[in-house]
């Protein structure tokens, strides 16, 4: 399918968002999604399947942009934590976006991708089997983004420098 703009795809998202406010995700239909975003049925159709594709979309653009945003050569453990919590903070909309649409599996899965990609070359993990690198990579994305977004849930009662403290203290 044909990648869809960078404003039909907000105004999507957009519309869901507003949508979600009245009514469970599983509820809303292409019609009167592409209606509160003004766009055309046609328009939806040429760029997604389902309406959870958008989400799906939304998914990648925010993870090209994690991927663009983090140097994890450069990181030690305490400013990687920091970092991908100030990443999420500035993304949080997507996120509770994800959560009222109950498509936490998406992040989650997503965000053990790409931390199993990007620990692959960490001298810790030089002694681990595949299957340990792939253990890891769950273990640290599952508590990582459960925490991450225990927080978001709960208006972030700590700035992201103290739970980032807090984390690199406790995964030891």
Do not use: C
């Not at 469970?24 to 019609?31: D, H, L, P, W």
């Not at 990648?60 to 990181?75: E, G, H, I, W, Y």
């Amino acid at each position: 399918m044909a990648r869809p703009s960078k404003l039909t795809q907000e105004s999507l998202l957009g519309a869901i968002e507003r949508l979600l406010k009245t009514k469970n995700f599983t509820e809303i239909t292409v019609s009167e999604l592409t209606k509160i975003a003004g766009i055309s049925r046609m328009t939806f159709y040429r760029h997604y399947q389902n309406i959870v594709d958008v989400l799906t979309v939304g998914m990648d653009d925010v993870l090209t942009a994690f991927n663009a945003t983090m140097d994890f050569t450069q990181l030690n453990e305490a400013t990687y934590i920091l970092q991908m919590i100030q990443f999420f903070d500035a993304h949080r909309t997507f996120v509770k976006i994800l959560l009222q649409a109950h498509q936490q599996e998406l992040l989650r899965q997503n965000i053990t991708r790409v931390i199993a990609e990007l620990s692959a070359d960490k001298v810790l993990l030089t002694n681990f089997t595949d299957y340990e690198k792939g253990y890891y990579a769950e273990y640290h994305a599952a508590g990582l983004m459960s925490v991450i977004v225990d927080w978001i849930e709960h208006d972030r009662p700590e700035t992201p420098a103290e739970l980032a403290t807090f984390l690199s203290k406790n995964i030891q």
